[in-house]
């Protein structure tokens, strides 16, 4: 199902994401190109905001089975990550290298 299709909200897809694998697979693709975006304006390089990304998206995945519904959108809960992610390249000096 394409991602603009699913009726489910962002939470929901996290949710369901430990019975349905789809459901992240969605939930990467309707928001893989603001994150990458969101990197792009931040990071020194295009190889780092891309770097950056799968590192969010990896780590999202990770924590994803303690994700709590909640009031404000899921999509704070992944910039966060994101935001978390960028800081943690700038103290290294750079991305991740796994």
Excluded: C
């Excluded at 990467?28 to 990197?39: C, D, E, I």
């Amino acid at each position: 199902m394409q991602a603009s299709r699913d009726p489910r909200t962002d939470g929901q897809l996290l949710v369901a994401t430990g019975t349905d694998p789809e459901a992240f697979a969605i939930f990467y693709r309707r928001h893989v190109r603001g994150v990458l975006s969101f990197f792009r304006r931040r990071a020194t390089t295009a190889e780092v905001a891309f770097d950056l990304t799968a590192e969010t998206f990896a780590a999202a995945l990770e924590v994803v089975p303690r994700y709590r519904l909640r009031a404000e959108p899921a999509r704070g809960w992944l910039y966060g990550i994101a935001w978390n992610k960028l800081h943690e390249a700038n103290r290294r000096g750079r991305a991740e290298d796994t």
